[in-house]
């Protein structure tokens, strides 16, 4: 995990556009992004040891609550992207930012932002705060 | 639900093509059929209230473990099609069979068949025989 | 298509939350929103006349160019929801709002917002102002 | 591509189960699996040069005309799966048998089967008999 200006926790990960994800217009239909900005969020997660099986026996749920997502260029067939993921934000909610880009030639296709809260499994309800268990996760004070 | 000489349990629903399932070619990808499939078995599992809340409810959960799937003709986007399902098997293992319909012209399109077994949740164990709670749901001795 | 003060070209289309869009959460994974949108968009579309077919037919690709979702309360298996979909602006571009509300309580659960640019098809290049098919499908000037 | 017993044209990929993937029993959704044979289908057609893109510049769109997934057992949360595809019949049509296999114990976990047949893209008119392209592709007389 390499550390930078934007953001001390980010990650890359990359992906091959398949057939099944294509419409019409032989490019990626806009809805098939979140399954990528997913795989690319689980990945980033799984570095400090918080993807969706430790969150669960941390007795957290964390659902998005909100999603934007900016597409710039379209996504073709078997063109090899790379996204490149940064937590933003971790003190009251986790905010992910994604950048898609082409794998070969680095021109930025998308971006994204994912917003998730801590939801207190036993009682349902929303935390405010994140609780401390990501704190000891991102190793901060 | 009517009865008649194929099963004494079968149901119809309307679906209609939405662009999302759409490929290249302009068809309907072929592994989307599997979600049109569900639509129609779940609504028929409740017509003897045995959906997949109360398949939980009762201890067991009733994996699909073999799917078919004969393509006749290509769906296209905004077909209205018709889906009869059939229940062929219930006392081992709940089989069912689909036919799907263009809903105007009634052409057959496809046909379809998927098996399920029961399998004890808290065990995990897989049931030889169907559980008598079947029996009970779709009232037969 | 009734008018009202939010916009003059509205729609509501009642859906169904099925088994294979939910996740381990036993919820509504928050991908599956994006074909919600798209099911509600296109039967609004249609209300005057100007669906993907002819989208197409008149020259043009309209591709999502940016997509927010703001997700409020979750959604469970079985669950009916309405979606009220809004036309906010056509003149450059096509913008949507789109409310999902509980079918029975009409609590709103979810919020969305959907940006299309027309795409001359043939050129491939994207138009600033919306092409005058659109007024004249709408019966604007 | 290695030559054995089973078939001379075969492969094997490897993927990941992700979150987006489960079902509610935190299994895979069993309509997933399509995707799955696809990418690993894909892959192995690119390795004699035919992959979708080379099916449409010959003229031929290969629809998927059976589907047949047998589930052995099920495919957990971030599973490494290993897929291995054979080519076992091409004369008059494109069967393809799959095996899938937990990456590290190589269990079996499902197998499948899809056939394909050529259709003249032109003429919308199926082929009875595999178009010769195929056979250059193949290398084979």
Not at 11 to 33: A, Q
């Amino acid at each position: 995990m390499k550390r930078n200006p934007k953001s001390a926790w980010q990650n890359e990960v990359e992906l091959e556009i398949p057939f099944h994800d294509l419409d019409p217009l032989n490019i990626c239909w806009h809805g098939h992004y979140v399954r990528y900005f997913e795989i690319a969020r689980s990945a980033l997660l799984r570095t400090f040891d918080y993807d969706y099986l430790e969150m669960r026996d941390s007795g957290y749920a964390w659902p998005v609550v909100d999603l934007q997502i900016r597409y710039i260029r379209p996504l073709h067939f078997r063109q090899r992207i790379v996204i490149q993921t940064y937590l933003m934000e971790w003190e009251n909610r986790l905010i992910f930012e994604y950048i898609v880009r082409d794998a070969e030639s680095k021109e930025r296709l998308t971006r994204g932002r994912t917003t998730q809260v801590a939801v207190d499994i036993e009682t349902g309800e929303m935390c405010l705060i994140s609780p401390p268990v990501l704190k000891e996760k991102l190793g901060v004070k």
